[in-house]
């Protein structure tokens, strides 16, 4: 018999996130007369059990539009290895066994955990110690399996293509190379869908390796036939053939381990020495992120947040909601971990785009 339930929203943000809040909230109240408590911060909010409060109908009107979580969140947090100051030192703890009395203090009869593979792996462990949880995908990067779509990847794929549209018209007017670097740490998904609506001319993405000389031909070949301009999208997880991602150096991140960036800039110097033409970069970073989603997510943030609160109706805990094809349906959230769903460098849609003469700088077979 379930009365009250959790909901939390972990990792990095994006758009949507509000959504899947108001989605449950209003399921849980209206359809089902339960109880819904606000957990910030990720897991941060269940180890103290602070700011936590009661969410009503009314207190999520108006979110569903609005970008970020109003519950906050933080890609930094693991509650089994979770620093604290002890004794004027940092130490590790594992706080899970305050999560699980705190749970049980609060009356939660289930928490849904909104978040991306890291998030969801560790509301994964929570379920193995006894924690009736269920989770929601989110990750602009898409590259979560067991899930054709999380939300938020949609949107940053507009915001991609809609920058990528307005960089183009300053680069034919200067007569440019224009780099535009965007996120997707190990997936390419977003450069791939907003370079091919973006219609650019060169695509970089980590499951393909580069060669920058096939980029730079491919970028002279441009001049040659009058084409003075040039767009290359590359995500920040995109790595030259025989290198390495490029880091920010010093900068930690949770549960990603390091900060990706600076790719772009080193491709438009080496494009901007090996075809002589003036290169600019930009870097999309969080406005990838920020702000409403679109109408597609809107609606599949929803969706989920519904099939979420039904899965605990149903018991169905340890289990993480999806969509596959145009159904939303439910997988344990141990398929979804852990194994990420990568672009297939031969795939359809590589395909497609290389059909029509994108460059995706894949070395010559006989240099491999
Ligand atoms: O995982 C989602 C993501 O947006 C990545 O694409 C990116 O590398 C990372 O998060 C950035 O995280 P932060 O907000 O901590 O800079």
Redesign the pocket.
């Known amino acids: 018999m379930i009365r009250k339930i959790g909901i939390s929203t972990g ?4 758009a949507g996130l509000n959504a899947v809040i108001r989605a449950v909230v209003r399921t849980a109240r209206l359809h089902y007369g339960w109880d819904v408590i606000a957990i910030e911060d990720g897991f941060d909010g269940l180890i103290y059990a602070r700011n936590l409060r009661y969410l009503s109908v009314d207190d999520v009107t108006g979110i569903l539009s609005r970008g970020g979580t109003i519950l906050g969140t933080t ?2 947090g693991n509650p089994f290895k979770h620093e604290v100051w002890e004794g004027g030192q940092k130490v590790i703890k594992d706080m899970t066994p305050g999560i699980v009395e705190n749970i049980r203090t609060l009356g939660l009869d289930a928490i849904v955990c909104i978040g ?2 890291g998030t969801l792996t560790i509301a994964n462990d929570l379920f193995k110690l006894g924690v009736p949880v269920v989770g929601v995908p989110k ?3 898409n ?1 979560l399996m067991a899930t054709d779509l999380t939300f938020g990847f949609t949107t940053a794929v507009d915001m991609a293509t809609w920058a990528l549209d307005r960089l183009q018209t300053t680069a034919e007017s200067h007569h440019r190379v224009m780099v535009v670097e965007v ?3 190990d997936a390419g998904w ?1 450069a791939l869908e907003s370079g091919m609506a973006g219609a650019v001319d060169v695509i970089l993405i980590p499951e393909i390796p580069f060669d920058i000389k096939k980029v730079a031909n491919k970028i002279k070949q441009r001049q040659l036939t009058g084409r003075r301009f040039s767009m290359i999208v590359v995500a ?2 995109a790595k030259a053939m025989g290198g390495d991602r490029v880091i920010i150096e010093g900068a930690t ?4 381990n390091v ?3 600076g790719i772009g800039n080193e491709i438009g110097a080496q494009i901007q020495e090996l075809t002589g033409i003036e290169s600019r970069v930009t870097v999309l ?2 406005l ?2 920020g702000g409403s989603p679109n109408s597609f997510d809107r609606n599949l943030a929803t969706r989920y947040g519904v099939a979420a609160t039904n899965l605990i109706a149903e018991g169905k805990f340890g289990q993480m909601v999806c969509l596959r094809g145009r159904d939303v349906q439910s997988v344990p959230i141990e398929d979804a971990i852990g194994n990420l769903k990568l672009v297939d460098p031969n795939g359809q849609m590589v395909k497609a785009a290389e059909q029509l003469g994108i460059e995706f700088g894949r070395p010559d077979t006989s240099m491999i």
């Open positions: 990792g990095g943000d994006c890609n930094r991306g593979d990750t602009i990067d590259d996120m997707g740490r977003i920040e997880g991140m949770g549960y990603q900060r990706l960036g970073g969080h990838q992120r």
